[in-house]
């Protein structure tokens, strides 16, 4: 198999991935699109591509599938790029603006709100980027990605750090996953090759000439705030994050 196609998502958080499938010499046999992260997933779904790094929400309704790595892009505790931006305090949110970029954080989102902040606010979908000039009196904005390093509000809520508060559990973003079974052999050389661009965390930062931070904020994300390995703790955390999902859809 060769030119097997990939989506990867193109924020700050998959940098070290993208750095690892072009400059590691293991992925010679897969193209790849970069992509926001609700495109990955519908790329997927439709047969568009053979893997990618797809939301957790979105996984349950690729089927078959298969996690195809022990690498995701997951969080243990804090993360700062999965926030909620609110002009007033969580307990007063009336109406909350869900950023289309990733379905994943919008559930998440309105998990804590109804399990752990216990507010019914009114949900509204947008068509475009979530930004807090959106906000007016009682309300909240879901923002991911790149962009949040740039958001001001009066009161901001960080996910993932509200989500290990309410389990005591890392979050999982994102997973690699397939719709077919992947030949070992490319298997191995696909994981060879995000390995190898985790490791190069600092040249993969150096590599990049549009940083939405900068460079030693960049190596602070990437090192203490998203954490890579996709360990039991995490798969437990995913699991969970998938039950939950069933109860606010």
């Known amino acids: 198999m060769e030119n097997i196609p990939v989506s990867v998502v193109t924020y700050l958080n998959s940098i070290p991935f993208i750095y690892g499938l072009e400059h590691s010499g293991y992925a ?3 193209r790849f699109s970069k992509d926001i992260p609700s495109v990955c997933a519908d790329k997927l779904f439709r047969g568009e591509v053979s893997i990618g ?10 089927n078959p599938h298969y996690n195809i790595s022990d690498l995701c892009i ?3 505790g804090i993360v700062d790029s999965v926030i909620l931006a609110s002009s007033v305090p969580v307990s ?7 950023d289309y970029h990733s379905r994943t954080s919008v559930l998440l989102a ?4 109804s399990g752990f902040w216990n507010i019914r606010p009114e949900y509204i979908p947008l068509t475009e980027e979530a930004d807090s000039r959106l906000l007016s009196d009682g309300s909240a904005v879901v923002a991911i990605g790149d962009k949040t390093f740039n958001i001001t509000a009066p ?18 973003f994102a997973c690699w996953i397939s719709r077919i079974k992947m030949p070992e052999d490319l298997q191995k050389d696909f994981n060879k090759a995000l390995h190898w661009g985790v490791e190069h965390i600092e040249d993969a930062i150096a590599a990049q000439t549009n940083l939405p931070c900068s ?3 960049a190596l602070l994300y990437l090192t203490r705030r998203i954490d890579y ?8 955390a995913l699991e969970l994050f998938h039950q939950m999902i069933r109860t606010v859809i």
């Open 155 to 172: 009161y901001i809520y960080d996910l993932s750090e509200q989500w290990m508060r309410y389990t005591g559990l890392p979050f999982v």
């Open 215 to 217: 460079k030693e904020q």
């Open 229 to 236: 390995a996709f360990d039991a703790q995490k798969q437990k």
């Open 74 to 76: 997951g969080a243990d």
């Open 92 to 98: 007063e949110i009336q109406t909350i603006y869900m």
């Open 110 to 113: 309105r998990i804590l709100a």
């Open 53 to 62: 790094l797809i939301p957790s929400a979105e996984m349950l309704r690729i």
């Open 28 to 30: 010679k046999n897969f």
